[in-house]
Nanobody, 123 residues
Framework: QVRLVESGGGLVQAGGSLRLSCAAS????????MGWFRQAPGKEREFLAA????????YYGSSNKGRFTISRDNAKNTVFLQMNILKPEDTAVYYC????????????????WGQGTQVTVSS
């Protein structure tokens, strides 16, 4: 079993930055690739980024355009999503998730999900 808890969301002005955290726990967490997704009201869940625990390989969705960076701290079992130059259209609930099945942009390939953290970007 894997438990994921996101934090770091909130209200920010356009142009600002936020860093989301995802604390992971579970006996086999090191075998999972961790991903970040978001879902805005009335829209499908969107892949943002993923990172492997062991090799540090990263993958990014096409919507980020270099504004988002995923990283991890293995000692703390925590994954981060640094978000810069935020826009009102980035407003959504942000989720982290764990997967052992590529491709990692596919929502259905993730086995565990956090509860989500709200990010609101004001104009």
């Amino acid at each position: 079993q894997v438990r994921l808890v996101e934090s770091g969301g909130g209200l920010v002005q356009a142009g600002g930055s936020l860093r989301l955290s995802c604390a992971a726990s579970g006996r086999t967490i090191s075998s999972y690739t961790m991903g970040w997704f978001r879902q805005a009201p009335g829209k499908e869940r969107e892949f943002l980024a993923a990172i492997t625990w062991s090799g540090g390989n990263t993958y990014y969705g096409s919507s980020n355009k270099g504004r988002f960076t995923i990283s991890r701290d293995n000692a703390k079992n925590t994954v981060f999503l640094q978000m810069n130059i935020l826009k009102p259209e980035d407003t959504a609930v942000y989720y982290c998730a764990a997967s052992r099945t590529p491709p990692y942009y596919r929502t259905s390939n993730y086995d565990y999900w956090g509860q989500g953290t709200q990010v609101t970007v004001s104009s």
